[in-house]
Each structure stands twice: as C-alpha cells, then as structure tokens.
C-alpha cells in the first residue's frame, strides 16, 4: 500500500467523517468510490497545457491533513485524475465532495467490495523508438485494436 497525505478543508473533512462513521466504511472506500463517480461523469473533460490547480488558501480557513493508505492501482488512478483534470488530488477530492457525496450515498448501503468491476489497466507500447501508454479505468465492452500509422 502507499501511504500518502490529505489535505482537506474542515468543511469537506466533516462531510467524509460523517460519511464513514455513518456508513462503517474506510475512508480510503468512500473516497475510492467517489473518485469514480467523479471520473464517470467528467469523463469527457481533458485539460491540457496548463498548470495544476490548487485549493484556494485562504488563511481563516482551518486545513485538515489526512494520512491514506492506497493500493497501487487507485494510487495511479487518482495521479491519472490529477493528469486529465490538472488539478490536486486533494483539490479533486473536495470538488468530489462537494459535488457527488450525496448523489452516491445510496451505493454505501450495498459496498461489499469496492473493487468489484472496478479493473484499471495500463497498457504500454512502441511506435517508432515512441513509448505510448493507454490507461484503461475498466472495461471495454469490445477488443481494443489500436491502429498507428505514423508514416
């Protein structure tokens, strides 16, 4: 597992300990779980060529650094949403929250395993002396071909 840092506003900080004190759930599952959601119904937004956004510091507000622990591949998934989104995890995780946490509340009641037909694949290749890589966040209802012609 990978052990990393949080940092949440206090506002977003208590939205997730209600959630798993009234859910009985990992943090790191609430949070797994929403991230999801999250890229599901952002999955057309790609930003490029700018900057990674931050969360406003505002200095009245009260800041909550949280210690997770991530497996490997929701490590990369959330690094991958930092990527396509160009904004911090943590910045993602409060916009997630503020935006998703009670749209998904009813998921909570039937987790069982959070990793249920959740696969994330990446998959690497060359073309032309190139490394390419394609990151797949599930999967694909038919066989991927992948056709280059770089000539």
């Known amino acids: 597992m ?14 997730l300990t209600a959630a798993v004190e009234q859910k009985g759930i990992r943090l790191e599952e609430i949070l797994i779980v929403l991230m999801r959601h999250f890229s599901r119904k952002l999955k057309r937004q790609i930003i490029t060529w700018k900057a990674v956004q931050y969360q406003e510091r505002n200095p009245a507000t009260c800041w909550k650094k949280i210690h997770v622990y991530w497996y490997a591949e929701e490590y990369e ?36 395993d ?26 694909p209802q038919q066989s991927i071909l992948i056709k280059i012609d770089c000539s």
């Open 2 to 15: 990978i052990r990393t840092t949080i940092n949440l506003n206090e506002e977003v900080y208590n939205k």
């Open 77 to 112: 998934f959330l690094i991958d949403l930092r990527k396509v989104h160009k904004k911090s995890v943590s910045r993602l995780i409060a916009e997630a929250v503020s935006k998703y946490l009670n749209e998904i509340w009813s998921f909570f009641d039937n987790i069982k």
């Open 114 to 139: 959070n990793y249920c037909n959740q696969p994330y694949t990446i998959i690497k290749f060359d073309v032309h002396n190139i490394i390419c890589c394609l990151f797949l966040w599930g999967h």
